[in-house]
């Protein structure tokens, strides 16, 4: 069991010690350790049970820090950085010889953001070093967005979850990185793609990929809980799939004729927003449910919803 609490003093001191602590962020929470430190940084690896190519994200609290860390900064990256941090917005910058390679997985970018949490903000300003983190969770499964949901599968681990409450975004950060200037997002999360593309135009992005090593992040299969998720129109998935072990993840409104137990509403007010925030709390009750099959639907897809859907269709891929 990892001690939960918001001792901001606790959590440094672990850190500094080369331990790892779960921190807050608006996004997910993060597995944070020493980004400095190869000890640290392997010690991430195997407490997430994560395959060394996926490498991990630095958390900074400002672009002092980040230009401390990175080789260059391209003016469209500038450009996002000063409109988006602190924020949900992940950069793929060229690294200095500081970062280890062991947390790029030997690639010669790194993944930076400045996150936008006051705990971990705080907690960054008060260190000499920067935080690597991934999201903390074991590898392929849904992310973390309470403290409990850190400790549930992962409080055996470590000795510190700082707890900054459910997290306000509730999915991760949109990366994005450069090739030959320009533009292209690695993973759409919480950060619009409308959004970016209002301050630097038009913005490709990746495809999926179960094999690509220049897209570690874009496995096909991924974000998913234990049991089978199937996508599709509910009403058509129940007509094929319904009996008393179906559960439904619906977005907006309740399936008739449906035990109201098997059932959550992702967003009872329709909002993209509250959707993503509760995206990942629901998909790990869900596994709880005494069901052997999730029955999902995409939401619209515009702001938000790229992200949730395409969180859902991984979560989906088996
Ligand atoms: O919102 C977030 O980004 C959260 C919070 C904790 O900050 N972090 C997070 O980390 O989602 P993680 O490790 O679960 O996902 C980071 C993704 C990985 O899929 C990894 O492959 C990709 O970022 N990534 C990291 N460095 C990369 C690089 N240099 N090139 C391409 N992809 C990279
Ligand atoms: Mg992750």
């Known amino acids: 069991m990892a001690t939960i609490g918001t001792d901001i003093q606790a959590a440094k001191s672990f850190l500094e010690q080369n331990e790892l602590v779960a921190i807050p962020t608006e996004t997910v929470y993060g597995l944070a350790g020493n980004a400095f430190n190869t000890e640290a940084i392997a010690q991430i690896f195997e407490v997430k049970n994560r395959p060394a190519f996926d490498p991990l994200i630095v958390h900074t609290h400002s672009l002092h820090e980040v230009k401390k860390i990175v080789k260059a900064l391209p003016e469209k990256a500038l450009q996002l950085a000063e409109h988006f941090w602190p924020g949900p917005l992940t950069l793929l910058l060229p690294k200095q010889s500081s970062i280890p390679d062991l947390a790029t997985s030997g690639m010669s970018t790194v993944a930076v953001r400045i996150p936008q949490q006051p705990l971990t903000l705080e907690l960054l300003k008060s260190l000499t070093f920067p935080l690597v983190a991934p999201s903390a969770n074991p590898f392929g499964y849904v992310s ?123 967003a009872p007010d329709g909002s993209l927003t509250t959707a993503a925030k509760n995206l990942f709390s629901a998909l790990r009750e869900m596994d709880k449910m005494d069901i052997d099959i999730i029955l999902t639907e995409k939401v619209p897809e515009r702001g938000l919803g790229l992200a949730i859907n395409d969180r859902l269709k991984r979560a989906a891929a088996k």
């Open 144 to 266: 973390p967005t309470t403290a409990q949901h850190v400790e549930d599968q992962l409080g055996h681990k470590i000795p510190y979850i700082l707890d900054g409450g459910r997290c306000a975004v509730g999915i991760e950060s949109t990366i994005v990185g450069f090739e030959n200037g320009q533009p292209v997002i690695h993973r759409i999360g919480g950060c619009g793609r409308e959004d970016i593309e209002a301050i630097i135009g038009k913005v490709k992005l990746m495809a999926h990929s179960s094999s690509n090593p220049k897209a570690p992040g874009m496995l096909k299969s991924h974000y998913s809980p234990g049991k089978k998720v199937v996508l599709g129109q509910l009403k058509e998935l129940i007509e094929k799939y319904n009996n008393d072990r179906t559960g439904i993840l619906a977005f907006k409104e309740p399936m008739p004729g449906i035990n109201p137990k098997h059932q959550i509403v992702l």
